[in-house]
């Protein structure tokens, strides 16, 4: 049951029908593991955290830099130089004094990256790291946890879900990007520059993808592929078609 507060500080969400007390309820319980608290995962712990989400962990060995603060807003002037993780957390937590957090203060690796994930229920990932996305994708298959991605550059961002298990036509994540792309090819903010309200266009997005799949309304963005271009103010929406021979997914029985 709610509360006198759950039910006045959701009551905007309790108001939908596709949430209502009862979705609120399977947000209270639900563990979500953000894995960067960047550009991207600071819109995301934001609005989960606001959302009231029960469980929030948040995964990241970075520390502030004052060239961050131009899209990491959970971040201030007086945070530069102090742990991520620790300024995140602190940062949920007074936004929902009712969160549970937990701070995993290392990067996902093949080693790790499976055991930290089997303690959640699904993964928000918004990192810069092809050989970490293909980690922590490997380990949402192996546990079985919907992986939600994002990513931006300059002025463009897209966002997905990966669960491949769940339909016989659904990829995972190495079924979009099945390799990295050469170093010379690969680029990142802190080299070609991004627009810093495009984080919070994406990570809210990708924020939302997560009540969605926690709740259970709407259309999911498994098997489809959201691209926007902030230049242009314009966005489309692709099919994400599964590779059959993919090194992550190729072997899921989907029956």
């Given at each position: 049951?709610?509360?006198a507060?759950?039910?006045?500080?959701?009551?905007?969400?309790?108001?939908?029908?596709e949430?209502?007390?009862?979705?609120?309820?399977?947000?209270?319980?639900?563990?979500?593991?953000?894995?960067?608290?960047?550009?991207?995962?600071?819109?995301?712990?934001?609005?989960?955290?606001?959302?009231?989400?029960?469980?929030?962990?948040?995964?990241?060995d970075?520390r502030?830099?004052?060239s961050?603060?131009?899209?990491?807003t959970?971040?201030?002037?007086?945070?530069?130089?102090?742990?991520?993780?620790?300024?995140?957390?602190?940062f949920?937590?007074?936004?929902?004094?009712?969160?549970?957090t937990?701070?995993?203060?290392e990067?996902?690796?093949?080693?790790?990256?499976?055991?930290?994930?089997?303690?959640?229920?699904?993964?928000?990932?918004g990192?810069?790291?092809f050989?970490?996305?293909?980690?922590?994708?490997?380990?949402?298959?192996?546990?079985?946890?919907?992986?939600?991605?994002?990513?931006?550059?300059?002025?463009?961002?897209?966002?997905?879900?990966?669960?491949?298990?769940?339909?016989?036509?659904?990829?995972?994540?190495?079924?979009?990007?099945p390799?990295?792309p050469?170093?010379?090819?690969?680029?990142?903010?802190?080299?070609?520059?991004?627009?810093?309200?495009l984080?919070?266009?994406?990570?809210?997005?990708?924020?939302?993808?997560?009540?969605?799949?926690?709740?259970?309304?709407?259309?999911?963005?498994?098997?489809?592929?959201?691209?926007?271009?902030?230049?242009?103010?314009?966005?489309?929406?692709?099919?994400?078609?599964?590779?059959?021979?993919?090194?992550d997914c190729g072997?899921?029985?989907?029956?």
């Amino acid at each position: 049951m709610l509360d006198a507060d759950a039910r006045e500080r959701f009551l905007r969400h309790i108001l939908l029908k596709e949430v209502g007390a009862q979705g609120q309820l399977k947000l209270l319980s639900a563990r979500v593991l953000v894995v960067g608290a960047g550009g991207l995962g600071s819109p995301v712990i934001q609005y989960l955290a606001a959302a009231g989400v029960g469980l929030l962990g948040v995964a990241d060995d970075d520390r502030v830099a004052l060239s961050n603060l131009q899209r990491q807003t959970i971040y201030r002037d007086e945070d530069v130089g102090a742990a991520k993780i620790e300024r995140a957390v602190a940062f949920a937590r007074s936004l929902n004094p009712h969160l549970r957090t937990v701070a995993h203060g290392e990067k996902l690796d093949r080693g790790n990256a499976s055991r930290i994930i089997s303690s959640y229920d699904l993964v928000v990932e918004g990192i810069d790291s092809f050989a970490g996305r293909f980690s922590i994708n490997a380990a949402c298959i192996e546990t079985k946890r919907p992986l939600i991605s994002a990513a931006i550059g300059r002025f463009e961002g897209q966002i997905s879900v990966f669960k491949p298990w769940a339909g016989a036509a659904l990829p995972c994540y190495r079924c979009l990007v099945p390799e990295a792309p050469p170093r010379e090819e690969q680029v990142n903010c802190a080299e070609e520059g991004v627009i810093g309200p495009l984080a919070g266009v994406i990570g809210s997005m990708a924020a939302l993808e997560a009540v969605k799949e926690i709740v259970g309304f709407g259309e999911s963005l498994a098997g489809r592929l959201f691209l926007f271009d902030g230049l242009s103010s314009s966005a489309r929406v692709v099919k994400l078609p599964r590779d059959p021979g993919c090194a992550d997914c190729g072997r899921i029985d989907r029956r």
